[in-house]
C-alpha cells in the first residue's frame, strides 16, 4: 500500500531520527544479556471512535494521553475486530477473533468453535507467558471473556482472570456496568461483598486505584521485578456516565451541532497527517446520514439534550486520560516511566446503540431481536441535568457517534472502517528506536506477539498438555524500529454474518448476510480502494468485478482457517442454548444479606416469563427495610415492608409505579409478589398477603434484555437502587425489626416470545425449531 504523505505533528518535533541498518541492533541479541525487562501497561478503552483522543483529532482535553503520543509511535492504520469480546480475546492470545472462540461478544453459546466464548484450552494468553517469563501480572476493568452462564458464584472459574494468567484481578467480569453504582464487582476469584457505595463513589477512580495499589504492593516486595498490567476500560461503553464537575467543564461546547465538530475533527485530522490529505469526508447518502437529523431542524429542547449526552461523553473520555495521568506519575515518582511501555487502544469503533436521538432508558432498546410491540418506549425523559449521573443510564445519539468515528463511515459491529478502525498509541520513552507517525497496516492480533518479543519473553509453547496454538499476528517490531518497514498485508473481518477482507490496497466488504443459496462468496460486496479512498466512498465492484470475486473466495479461504463458520443467516446464532443452562431457571431459596444473585443468573428466574416471589416473615411494630430488590436506575422491582406496610415498586425504565398494601400486625406472614405475563410482553404484578390480594400493579412492560441489570438481593437494595427516593431516605434500606425466614423464586413458564432453542450438549447434530 502506498506510504500517506506525511505531516508534521505537534509534539513530534525533535524525534524524527531513523533507524537505519547501522544503529545499534535491538534486543533480543544472541549471546549478549538481555536490559532490565521493561513494564508493560496495556490500557484498553470501550467503545471509543478513532477521532476521539487529542492525537487523532479531537477537541476533547487529554493532555496525558497526548503526552505519550509526542514520546511515542501514533498508528493511523490500526484496526480491530467490529466488538468487544473479539478483540480483547485477539489481544490477550495473538489469535484472530474466531480462532479465539469469540465471533461475538460473550452473550451468546451456540455451540460452534468460532462462537464458544471462551478462550482455547491450548491458547496462551499474553499474561500467562509474561507470568512464566518472570513477570508480576495485574488487571483491572472489563474482562467480558467468559460465558454469561459461568460468572455466577457457583460457576466453574476456569476461564476466569487469574485463571488465565493474571495474579490479581479487580472489575466487572460482564460486558458493561454503572460507573456510579457498579452492578457487580469481583476481586481475584470472589464477588466483592459491599452493600452499598459511598457518596461519590466512581468506578474509573476506583480501577485506577487499585491498578496503582498493585504496583504498590509489588514494589514494597519485589522492588525489580517486571510488572504487566492489563487496564481494561469500561468507559466509555454505555451507559455513559461522568462526574458532575466533569460534565461541567465541557457545558457549551456541543451547541453547534455533530456536523461542525466533524469537520472541525477531520480538518487538524488533515493538518497532522492523521489521514492523507486526499481523503474525503463521507457525506449522507453513504454516512447514515437516514440516521442522524440535520441539527439545524432540531428544537431548541432537543439541541440542549443532544449536546448534554455530548458532553457526558466527553467527560467521560476526558476521565480515561485523567487515569492516563495518575498511573504515569506513579511511575514518575519511582524512576519507571522510561522503562515501562504503554499501549493506548480502543477495542473497536464508535457506537449506535443509542439511535437517532439518543436514549436515556439505556436498557429499554435491548429487548428481543424480532423487534418490540407498537408503543414500545425506548427513551423515558428525565431532566437533562440528570444525563451522567447516577440516576440516568444513558447513551449517545447516533451523530455523535458518527463525530466519534470521524473521518469513516458506519459504526461498531460492522466490518465498514468506521468499525474497525481504531486508534492505537504505543510509548516507551527508554527505547532508542525512532517514535512518531506510523501508516501501516496492523491488527489487534499483532499486540500479543510484539509486546513478548519487546519484553524478551518467548510465548508459552504448550497449555493445558497440548502444543500452543500458533498465533495468527506477528510482531510489529520492524515498523517500531523503521517508518519505512512493511505492516501486515491482509486480514479478515466478520461480525453476524457482516464480512469483509483487507488486501494490500484494496478491501471487500458485503454488509448483508448472506441467504443460504447465495453461500458464504455470494451475495452483495462492495470494493474499495483504500489508498485512493481510505474511507470507503467509492464503490467499484461493478466496474472490477473480478477482483470482487478474487476477494471473496480469500475471504471464504480465511473463514474456513479461522472457524468462521456457521454465518448466522437464519438468526438461530442467537436463539441456540445449551440445555446445561436449564437448572438455571429452577425454584432457588435466597439468603438474606448475602451479595446480589449474579446478572445473568438471575434473569433466568425472571426474564420473558411469569414468575413468583414466595416470602415468609416475622416482623414487630417497627420493621421496616427492602425484603427483595432485583434492579438498578435502568430497570427493576423492590419489595420492602415501609410505613408499616408492605410496598412494592417497579421501575420501567424510568418510569415509576409504587403500590401499598395494608399495615401488617407484628408476627409471622406469608408475601407473595406474582409476575404474570400479559400480552405485548407486559406484566401484572399482583401482590399477596396472607392468600389475600392487598396490593398491584395492573400492566406494565416487562423487564428484558440486560434488565434487570444489577441481580436479586434479598435484606437490601444492593448498589444503584430500583428507587432513588427510598435509596435517598434509606440508602441500601436493609431489613430491621424482624426476620426473613424465606424469600424463593418460583420461575413460570417460558414465554411465547423466547425464541430460545436449548441444544443438547453432547449431540453432534441438533435440529433448530422453525
Known sequence: ?????????????????????????????????????????????????????????????????????????????????????????ALLTGLNPHRAGFGFVAHIDPGYPGFSCELPDAAPTLAESLRAGGYATFMVGKWHLTLESRLHDGADRSTWPLQRGFDRYFGSMDGFTSLHHPHRLVQDNSVVDVREFPEGFFLTDELTDRAIGMIDDLRVNEPDKPFFLYYAHTSVHGPIQAKDPDIEKYRGRYEAGWNALRAERFARQRERGIVPAHTALPEDPIADGDRIPAWETLSEEDRLLFARHMEVYAAAVDEIDQSVGRLLERLERSGERDNTIVVLASDNGGTAEGGPTGTRSYFAQFGTHGGMPEGWVTDVPRDVDDIGGPRVFGQYPTGWARVSNTPFRSFKATTYEGGVHAPLIISWPGSEMARGLRDQFVFVADLAPTLLELAGVPALEER???????????????????PAADGRESQYFECVGRRAIVDGRWKALSPLVPTKEEGAEGGTWELYDLAADPTETVDLAASMPERVAQLAARWHEDAWRNTVFPLDDDGSMFRLRPDTEEPLSAPVSLTPFRPPLERFRSSKLTVLRSFAVEIALEVTADAAGVIVAHGDQGGGYLLAIDAQAPLIVYNAYGVMHRERGRRLEPGAHRLVARFDELPDLRWRIVLEVDDIEEAGIRSVPMLLGMAPFTGISVGYDYGGPVDWDLHEDHRSYPFRGGALTSVRYIPGPRSSHDATVLREVGRAVQRIAD
Not at 538481555?34 to 501497561?41: C, D, E, L, T, V
Not at 498438555?465 to 523503521?482: F, H, K, N, Q, R
Open 1 to 89: 500500500m502506498p506510504v500517506p504523505e506525511k505531516r508534521g505533528y505537534e509534539g513530534f518535533e525533535g524525534r524524527a531520527e531513523e533507524f537505519t541498518s547501522d544503529s545499534e541492533p535491538w534486543w533480543p541479541q544472541p549471546g549478549r544479556a538481555r536490559p532490565q525487562a521493561p513494564n508493560i501497561i496495556v490500557m484498553l478503552i470501550d467503545d471509543l471512535g478513532f477521532s476521539d483522543l487529542g492525537p487523532f483529532g479531537s477537541e476533547i482535553d487529554t493532555p496525558h494521553i497526548d503526552a505519550v503520543a509526542a514520546d511515542g509511535w501514533v498508528f493511523t492504520n490500526y484496526r480491530t475486530a467490529p466488538m468487544c469480546s473479539p478483540a480483547r480475546a
Open 464 to 482: 493445558a498438555g497440548a502444543p500452543a496454538l500458533e498465533m495468527d499476528g506477528g510482531s510489529i517490531l520492524g515498523v517500531l524500529t523503521d
